[in-house]
């Protein structure tokens, strides 16, 4: 054999092992995202339970909901571009302490440090909204 024809060999081997690996990679893309979206859709089908169980749904409990749709979306968005939304990110964490900040409220019934820090917390995330959302429309 000639050193040229084993080069050639070599070379047709490797991409065909590169070509498996990335359909291999993308097989498991898109099982996770798959399995990602079934558990969102699973929690939130038995956060409603509880709330149809309870026989109400507090604030805490429509916020939750809207939690499970901004990740669903998100993976929707993500299946769909291949791009992860960091702006649904922010969102989801602007709404989980939003919950966090009404059940403090809720539970103690006064102000303190905590409904502050949380509220900040709050202003700085849609500041870095404002920031994500100025500098896409520059580039």
Not at 10 to 18: C, G, L
Request: proline share 1%; aromatic share 8%.
């Amino acid at each position: 054999m000639k050193p040229q024809h084993l080069s050639e060999l070599r070379e047709t081997h490797k991409a065909w092992i590169d070509e498996l690996g990335n359909l291999l990679i993308e097989v498991f893309h898109y099982l996770a995202l798959f399995v990602i979206g079934a558990s969102i859709v699973w929690s939130a089908v038995m956060a409603f339970a509880g709330m149809i169980t309870n026989g109400n749904a507090t604030i805490g409990d429509i916020l939750l909901l809207f939690i499970y749709l901004e990740l669903g979306a998100m993976v929707g968005i993500y299946f769909q571009t291949n791009a992860m939304p960091v702006r649904c990110l922010i969102f989801i964490a602007i709404t989980a302490l939003s919950r966090l900040l009404i059940a403090d409220i809720q539970a103690h019934h006064q102000a303190g440090m905590g409904i502050l820090f949380i509220s900040g917390s709050i202003l700085l995330l849609g500041l870095s909204t404002l920031v994500i959302a100025i500098s896409k429309n520059k580039s």
